[in-house]
């Protein structure tokens, strides 16, 4: 009986003995590294979307009034508005499943592609679509590209709070400590709250939720607390430098103004009032309610202005020095 033709096992190939001074440089190259380069995150700064010009579409226009310090109006002239942010996103779309690839139309849950009917989010797959391809990203894939724990905020560094400009500021967030018994939260954050207070300064930092990235800034509020202010990134904000043009200011024009706008400063900032309409719907279902006839508002009188600034600026002081 002939003998079974035996394989012959690889053996497994010895490592290279590294000497103790290529171990040392190695160890010097990692610990150059930063923590995402050695987790293998991609280069931020690799494919950043271009900023869009500001413009185009307006997205309100009307008319600006200058009050005149007494009540009544000094000047008006037309303005408008338009978009001045852009939200980066990730977002997938639902397709039927892996073989069919066909978007599905998510207000009746049915597939574009084959017709298949009653699908659910079970019986579905999510994904982006790229040069017209469909590439399939699991809810587990998603999971595993979230940059570091959500359960830690990290501080990066402070900055004085005046070089921050509002339209970097997303949204507004209240921050305060976590009881505990030792109430070491409350002593540090009190700590905190006093330094950024007595200095001007922010802390600068950066947190995760729902496996997004946050940048943020921490500033102080009132005599105790501190607001998160979650910031933008710097091409979110649109490219506005084709909205305004140089313009001569005559001389003088502007010391006028700012004594006209004396009469309306005021020492303290006081928030936005309650909305009008919102205040007038309630009324009426109040009023609906209670079985009483809602009178409708009196629309605001139409107040006459000048669009000639500097016109009304003269008149203004003229009257205000007699």
Not at 90 to 103: D, I, L, Q
Not at 286 to 301: F, I, L, Q, S, W
Request: overall charge neutral; aromatic content about 6%; proline content about 5%.
């Amino acid at each position: 009986m002939a003998k079974a033709k035996q394989t012959k096992v690889a053996e497994p190939a010895k490592a290279p003995v590294q000497n103790p001074n290529d171990i040392a440089a190695d160890l010097a190259n990692m610990l150059k590294q930063s923590a995402k380069e050695q987790r293998g995150d991609a280069d931020v700064n690799s494919g950043v979307p271009m900023k869009k010009a500001a413009g185009g579409r307006a997205t309100w226009k009307g008319v600006l009034e200058l009050p005149n310090g007494k009540g009544g109006v000094l000047a008006k002239f037309a303005v408008k508005s338009c978009t001045a942010v852009d939200d980066e996103k990730f977002e997938r779309h639902m397709y039927h499943s892996a073989e069919c690839k066909s978007p599905v139309k998510q207000d009746s849950m049915f597939c574009t592609g084959c017709g298949a009917k009653g699908l659910t989010r079970f019986n579905t797959v999510k994904g982006v679509e790229v040069g017209g391809e469909v590439i399939l990203i699991s809810d587990e894939e998603l999971a595993a590209m979230v940059p570091q724990n959500e359960k830690t905020m990290r501080i990066l560094e402070y900055v004085e709070g005046t070089q921050i400009d509002p339209v970097y500021i997303e949204s507004t967030e209240f921050l305060y400590p976590e009881d505990e018994k030792s109430g070491a939260s409350a002593l540090t954050f009190a700590m905190v709250a006093a330094m950024l207070r007595e200095t001007g300064k922010v802390a600068k930092g950066i947190r995760v939720k729902r496996g997004k990235e946050q940048y943020f800034v921490i500033r102080p509020f009132g005599n105790k607390g501190l607001t998160l202010n979650l910031i933008r990134a710097e091409y979110e904000v649109r490219d506005a430098s084709s909205l305004w043009g140089d313009v001569v200011i005559p001389q003088g024009a502007v010391e006028m103004f700012k004594q006209v706008a004396e009469g309306d400063t005021k020492d303290v900032f006081t928030p936005a009032l309650r909305d009008q309409f919102l205040a007038n719907c309630n009324k009426l279902v109040a009023d609906k309610v209670a079985g009483v006839k809602t009178e409708c508002p009196t629309p605001e009188p139409e107040q006459k202005g000048t669009d000639d600034l500097l016109a009304a600026l003269k008149a203004a002081v003229a009257a205000n020095a007699k």
